[in-house]
Each structure stands twice: as structure tokens, then as C-alpha cells.
């Protein structure tokens, strides 16, 4: 069972940066094993992926923020960030942390942190 929390969201003005970390936990969770990303919801709309880890340190994300939002992760401190720059007002949504063990159906996500981008 892997547990997963979201901070650093918040109110940021267009054009503004915000930085997402994901802390993982769990008694025997061996976080290197999991593909992590972020996916978020806007009001009214489906989830969606924002950025995730694939097989190594490749990354597959969204059109939409390509050049403007990097995700990391740090496996001895079991965290995953997104680093989100130039924000723009459709930025603004949940975004969750999900945590995928590979080859299987085991998927884990966290509670969600609001981020609104507005003047």
C-alpha cells in the first residue's frame, strides 16, 4: 500500500510559478519501482495526465505545458515535484500525484492540491 500527499498548491497570478511535491509512504514500498506522475482536474472536465515518468527518466506530457512545467523525483526521499512555470488561468485544476507499479494494476493516488491561477 503506498500513501501519497500532494502540497504546495495555492493562488498564483498568470504568469507566476508554483512547485508541487508528492511525498510517498508506506512500510514496504519500494519507490523506485513505481512510475510517478501528476494528473489533474478542472472543474466540469475529465482528469488528465499533466507529466509523468515512463521507463527511466523519460517523461511523457501534455501538449499543453510542454516548455513550462518539469517533473522530478528523488527516490531516497521518496518525493515527486512539478515545477510549474508561466502559469496561465487553464492551469487552474486539482492536480494529484498517482503512483503506478508497472506490470500490474496496483495504482495509488493522493487527495489533491488546488492550484488557481488568476489576477
Known amino acids: 500500500q503506498v500513501q501519497l500527499v500532494e502540497s504546495g498548491g495555492g493562488l498564483v497570478q498568470p504568469g507566476g510559478s508554483l512547485k508541487l511535491s508528492c511525498t510517498a509512504s508506506g512500510r514496504t514500498v519500494i519507490f523506485s519501482m513505481y512510475d510517478m506522475g501528476w494528473y489533474r482536474q478542472a472543474p466540469g472536465k475529465e482528469r488528465e495526465l499533466v507529466e509523468r515518468?515512463?521507463?527511466?527518466?523519460?517523461?511523457e506530457y501534455a501538449d499543453s505545458v510542454q516548455g513550462r512545467f518539469t517533473i522530478s523525483r528523488d527516490n531516497a526521499k521518496r518525493t515527486v515535484d512539478l515545477q510549474m512555470n508561466s502559469l496561465k488561468p487553464e492551469d487552474t485544476a486539482v492536480y494529484y500525484c498517482k503512483a503506478a507499479r508497472p506490470g500490474t494494476r496496483a495504482e495509488y493516488w493522493g487527495q489533491g492540491t488546488q492550484v488557481t491561477v488568476s489576477s
Open positions: 515518468f515512463t521507463s527511466g527518466d523519460s517523461t
